[in-house]
């Protein structure tokens, strides 16, 4: 568990991804009346999540709603395991562009026959063969979930003392992000990442379209953001996102890194 701003905190999910350990930051919304979680970590990750909400002090009987930001099985792998865990029905709340995707009625859009066939050659050659079948059934097979709302950019959402829906789509066509009002706190998703202490932009090849990824930024001048929870990297907190929002909203697609 790790402090963003108060009522904010990060629920570290930790798993193996192209051969190595990757940890992904879900966030966790509490006041004493409820819970609600941003997006779900990787699957198999059950222990991570109930870590999570027991390090911050939150009983799971409060958590009431997941919020998943887009379809990527990273965010909604969690899912199916944690509404067994529960046992009872939770709000799911999802873009309606990217419902379709997370209820499993249509193929994940990045998960392309091209995609699976060349699965072998995304591996280190150290990966054993066993773990490569068993990820090549996971994007066969995807989790998936119901959702039982769809939201959309401008939405104003009571959670947490109030969170705003912001349509930033480009990593995938309906991913959004949340402005937590009372901290100033943007809850980026994937549309920016911390890397080496900076705020950056996934790589272009994990976006489904790199220039609307970079052209979304620019509604975020709207908001006087104080932090950046990032999905990939944590937190940011140097005091000057805005600035640095704009100066990648600003950048040429073009002029993308590697």
């Not at 706190?185 to 790199?210: F, H, K, M, N, Q």
Request: proline content about 7%; aromatic content about 6%.
């Amino acid at each position: 568990m790790v402090n963003i701003a108060s009522g904010l905190e990060f629920v570290p999910v930790t798993a193996m991804a192209m051969g190595k350990a990757d940890t992904v930051y879900p966030v966790l919304l509490s006041d004493q009346k409820e819970a609600v979680l941003v997006d779900a970590g990787y699957p198999g990750r059950l222990a991570d999540l109930a870590a999570g909400l027991a390090n911050a002090g939150v009983a799971e009987r409060l958590l009431s709603t997941v919020i998943l930001t887009h379809q990527d099985i990273d965010h909604i792998g969690g899912m199916p395991e944690l509404l067994r865990h529960l046992g009872r029905p939770i709000g799911v709340l999802a873009h309606e562009l990217e419902k379709p995707y997370i209820q499993g009625e249509r193929r994940l859009i990045k998960i392309t026959d091209e995609a699976l066939a060349g699965i072998d050659r995304m591996f280190p050659p150290e990966v054993p063969e066993q773990w490569r079948k068993a990820f090549k059934a996971l994007l066969e097979s995807p989790p998936r979930a119901g959702v039982d709302r769809t939201i959309k950019g401008g939405d104003e959402l009571p959670y947490g003392g109030g969170i705003v829906v912001i349509d930033t789509p480009g990593h995938t066509p309906g991913h959004i992000s949340l402005y937590h009002v009372p901290s100033k706190t943007l809850i980026a998703g994937d549309a920016l990442i911390v890397a080496d202490g900076r705020l950056g932009l996934p790589a272009p090849e994990l976006a489904v379209d790199y220039g609307q990824a970079v052209q979304s930024l620019r509604v975020l001048s709207a908001f006087d953001i104080r932090r950046v929870a990032c999905y990939h990297g944590g937190l940011y907190d140097a005091g000057d996102a805005n600035e640095q929002i704009a100066g990648l909203a600003a950048a040429s697609p073009d002029s993308a890194p590697g």
